[in-house]
């Protein structure tokens, strides 16, 4: 069962259980709805920008305890962030979960506990989902305000 | 079949014969594989017959005079034999294929392309695969015609009083699972192929779960096209079936226009071959046939009655242990003379990713996903499945197996 221990660490299961920045925000700077189409899996995610910082950011929707567990960490981490910061922290996560970069708990936070899911390539989509949105969201975000003003 | 039918399958025996299933894997004393929807393995002489020919007769077919060319013609068209004896078709009707797939295709475009108008209906259930669904949205989206999704009943089965009360003049083809991957449902598709018929509409059954479980009398069902594919049924992947009545192929262009499948070419134009090469171009998956034919040989002498039979009580106890696992929900129909051995289940508080997840660290192997059906999961109002399919091979212990493992994951994730 080593195997298993690895890929759902006590505090991913915590977070699957006990989901944090569970939800939507009324009024949302940004709003991306992303789907897995191999599991179905989906995922709302919503940030309010202000001053070019995330002060809130919210993740919905349903799938398994990895996907559940990644988008808990991600609102945990990424609510507080500057766009730019909060794009770096993506493109960690990204890295680590390809198997390229050692994850760095300073950077991810509990997130740094989904390290062990780089070595099950079927449910590293799972783990990317809401963190992609976020990059999706962020783009879509600039893109808005360029054109808006 | 003779008294073939009176004797239980011995699945240990037949499980024997499959060399995967007893090699051993890492974490697991064994594999207990319950994924057979989805492909099933292959035994021994299937991959001998598939090894013989490029080690013994590998050549093109249909074209060389030497003798190993005709030896690969002889015994890729034996391939053809073999399969449509299985299904009890005439072996002119018996075309070839990538996939099961590929063959709805050919008869979406050879066919639906050019015959169907604005106005026009098809006419498929909302227990389709995919594979019978997105290819007549596609020619429907090309010719104006309307795709129909007949509904179910509450306990998993097509709704018929539905199915004939949406039947009409507009319909010009009826599409078809015989037994669903997802519910495990068998469809009764010989009254469906006739009423069909009475309004003057064309068939296609996809029999992909069906002709490697049970008893399937091509003949009998008259549909007007049946479509299968070979690595379900013991056989390879990269091969599938189209069996046709012979009277619709001569009438249809080709699909796919290349070698093999023309009588003459001229700078002005082409004629066809013959039936079943007309739609067969180029050159063909001629070990896969060599294989498959092995494969249909295989299973008809263990004989479709005995491997449904063995299927039944694997059913049986399929349902049974998932009863005894508080939380599950079985989806699909109770009774075993309604269904295959094909079982969707979810289990509460535990997502079926998680659920395959945990099984593959015992050693069970099954399915978690939408099956390729997502026009059915938005009508259960489930966003996936998990899916324990089982095959002749197929033990009692492997049930076991499922059973313990399940309670295993509930107590892992904490489940209510």
């Known amino acids: ?149 | 079949m003779g008294d073939s039918t009176h004797t239980a399958l011995d699945a240990r025996a037949i499980r024997a014969e499959f060399p995967i299933l007893s090699s051993p894997r890492p974490g697991a004393d064994g594999v207990h594989y319950l994924d057979s929807a989805a492909t099933s393995q292959k035994p021994e002489r299937v991959l001998d017959a598939m090894d013989a020919y490029y080690r013994e007769t590998n050549a093109n077919v249909h074209r060389g005079v030497y003798e190993m060319a005709a030896e690969a013609t002889q015994r890729f068209e034996a391939g053809r034999d073999a399969v449509a004896r299985l299904v009890n078709h005439p072996r002119e009707g018996t075309i070839f294929t990538k996939n099961a797939t590929e063959a709805i295709n050919l008869v979406a475009w050879a066919w639906g392309v050019r015959e169907l108008r604005e106005g026009d209906e098809v006419l498929v259930t909302m227990m389709e695969h995919h594979s019978n669904t997105v290819p007549w949205q596609i020619v429907a989206g090309i010719t104006g015609a309307t795709v129909r999704f007949c509904p179910l009943t509450p306990e998993g089965d097509l709704d018929m009083d539905a199915l004939r009360a949406m039947l009409g003049d507009r319909t010009r083809m009826v599409a078809v699972v015989h037994v669903s991957n997802t519910l495990g449902t068998i469809n009764p598709v010989e009254e469906i192929v006739s009423m069909a018929h009475d309004v003057g509409a064309l068939t296609m059954v996809d029999a992909t779960q069906s002709v490697p479980h049970m008893p399937v009398d091509a003949t009998a069902i008259g549909s007007d096209f049946l479509a299968f594919t070979g690595h379900k049924m013991c056989g390879p992947t990269g091969i599938g079936v189209l069996a046709a009545q012979p009277g619709r192929l001569e009438d249809m262009e080709p699909f796919l226009g290349g070698g093999e499948m023309i009588s003459d070419v001229t700078t002005e134009g082409s004629t066809w071959n013959d039936i079943p090469w007309k739609f067969e171009a180029g050159t063909p998956p001629i070990a896969e046939a060599v294989g498959l034919g092995e494969a249909a040989r295989f299973l008809g002498e263990i004989g479709p009655e005995r491997i449904r039979s063995h299927e039944m009580a694997i059913a049986q106890q399929m349902l049974d242990a998932l009863d005894d696992i508080p939380g599950v929900t079985v989806l699909g129909p109770r009774d075993i003379a309604r269904r295959g051995a094909s079982v969707s289940f979810t289990l509460d508080g535990v997502h079926p990713h998680d659920i395959g997840q945990f099984l593959d660290s015992r050693g069970v192997c099954v399915r978690a996903g939408h099956h390729c059906t997502k026009p059915l999961m938005r009508h259960l109002g489930v966003q996936s499945t998990a899916r324990a399919s089982a095959y002749l091979y197929t033990t009692d212990e492997d049930i076991t197996a499922l059973h313990d493992a399940l309670a295993g994951c509930r107590a892992w994730f904490g489940a209510p």
């Open chain 1, 1 to 149: 069962m080593g195997g298993l221990d690895d890929l759902y660490q006590q505090l991913i299961l915590d977070h699957y259980r006990n989901r944090r920045g569970r939800g939507r925000i009324e009024g949302a700077s940004a709003s991306v709805h992303e789907h897995n189409p191999v599991c179905g899996d989906e995922c709302y995610l919503d940030i309010l920008v202000e001053d070019d910082r995330i002060t809130d950011i919210r993740a919905d929707g349903d799938g398994c305890s990895i996907s559940q567990a990644a988008a808990s960490m991600l609102t945990e981490v990424a609510r507080g962030k500057d766009l730019e910061s909060a794009l770096d922290l993506v493109e960690h996560f990204r890295l680590v979960m390809h198997g390229d970069v050692v994850p760095d708990e300073d950077i991810l936070g509990d997130a740094v506990a989904l390290g062990g899911v780089a070595k099950y390539p079927v449910r590293v989509k799972c783990a990317l989902l809401s963190w992609l949105a976020l990059r999706e969201c962020i783009a879509g975000y600039r893109e808005a305000t360029a054109t808006g003003g």
